[in-house]
Structures are given as structure tokens and as C-alpha cells.
Nanobody, 120 residues
Framework: QVQLVESGGGSVQFGGSLRLTCTASGAIYDIFAMGWYRQAPGKQRELVAVHSNAGTLFGDSVKGRFTISRTNDKKTVFLQMNNLKLEDTAVYYC???????????????WGQGTQVTVSP
């Protein structure tokens, strides 16, 4: 069993900053990628940022404002969000591709989501 636990969401004013944290625990052999997606009301879930063995990837709307990093054990990922805009308001979900043993394929896991609200 694998769990992704998120923290750090909340309310912030336009132009402010927040840092989200997601930690993976449980039956983990290797984590190939960890990242964040978000979903605003009435919209589809979209990529925010991903950190993988191949590097980092950002959604177009957050480039230059958000950064992503992981701990050396690869089990915790951070999303630093700066210069927040009203349109960044959404539920942010942690996502990870995790292999539970040396001979298993990577399975996608999701966190429960954390609300980020940006106010004028």
C-alpha cells in the first residue's frame, strides 16, 4: 500500500507565495516521477509540474513562477509557488509513479488534494 500525503495549501493574497509538500510512504521500491496537478471548478485537471529522472516539466501557465524539487530519497516533493495569481486557485493533487518491488511496474498514485485559494 502506498500513500501520498500533501500539506501546505491554504489562502493567500494575489502576488503571494505558498509551498506545497507531498510525501510518499508505504511499499516503495523506486519512485520514477513525482509532481503536481491541479483542478479548478468546472475545468479539467492539468499539469502543474513534474520532477522525474529525466528532469523537470512545467505547465505553461506556471513557468517562471513555480519551482519543483525533491529530497535525496526521492520520497518528498516540494512545489514552491511564487507570484500567485487568481487563476492559480484550484485543488492541487500530488501524483507519483511508484514501483513497489524490483520486479513490478510503476503504478500511478494520487494524493487526496489540497486547496489553494488566491484572493485579490
Amino acid at each position: 500500500q502506498v500513500q501520498l500525503v500533501e500539506s501546505g495549501g491554504g489562502s493567500v493574497q494575489f502576488g503571494g507565495s505558498l509551498r506545497l509538500t507531498c510525501t510518499a510512504s508505504g511499499a516503495i521500491y523506486d519512485i520514477f516521477a513525482m509532481g503536481w496537478y491541479r483542478q479548478a471548478p468546472g475545468k479539467q485537471r492539468e499539469l502543474v509540474a513534474v520532477h522525474s529522472n529525466a528532469g523537470t516539466l512545467f505547465g505553461d501557465s506556471v513557468k517562471g513562477r513555480f519551482t519543483i524539487s525533491r529530497t535525496n530519497d526521492k520520497k518528498t516533493v516540494f512545489l514552491q509557488m511564487n507570484n500567485l495569481k487568481l487563476e492559480d486557485t484550484a485543488v492541487y493533487y500530488c501524483n507519483a509513479d511508484i514501483a513497489s518491488s524490483y520486479d513490478s511496474i510503476a503504478v500511478e498514485h494520487w494524493g487526496q488534494g489540497t486547496q489553494v485559494t488566491v484572493s485579490p
